[in-house]
Nanobody
């Protein structure tokens, strides 16, 4: 059974940085893509960034230029480097990946392309 486990969340002041990690049990190389989503209290979950095996990276407009998604295949880890954080970035951040059976795999920003989800890690940015 594939599992995604996030880590690296925490509290930081506006303008600060955090680095999130998502460790995958099983090779990340087989994944067509992986992505980060987030959900703030009272809001719907939204896409943050996607790492595609063939088509590079994609970012939500709200984080473009501040966040960087990357993958370390040797460590089966997806990371999200978040710089210049803002209070509106506060949310629970989730790592996600599609199963091989998902015919709509790797959608962005829609989440129907992802079937595997981590438990989430909290990010809190204070002003």
């Amino acid at each position: 059974e594939v599992q995604l486990v996030e880590s690296g969340g925490g509290s930081v002041q506006a303008g600060g940085s955090l680095r999130l990690s998502c460790r995958v049990s099983g090779s990340t190389n087989r994944r067509l893509c992986m992505a980060w989503f987030r959900q703030a209290p009272g809001k719907q979950r939204e896409a943050v960034a996607r790492f595609g095996r063939g088509d590079g990276t994609t970012y939500a407009d709200s984080v473009s230029g501040r966040f960087t998604i990357s993958k370390d295949s040797s460590r089966n880890t997806l990371t999200l480097q978040m710089n210049n954080l803002k209070p509106e970035d506060s949310a629970v951040y989730y790592c996600a990946a599609p199963t091989p059976y998902n015919i709509r795999a790797c959608s962005f920003p829609e989440e129907y392309g992802y079937d595997l989800w981590g438990q989430g890690t909290q990010v809190t940015v204070s002003s």
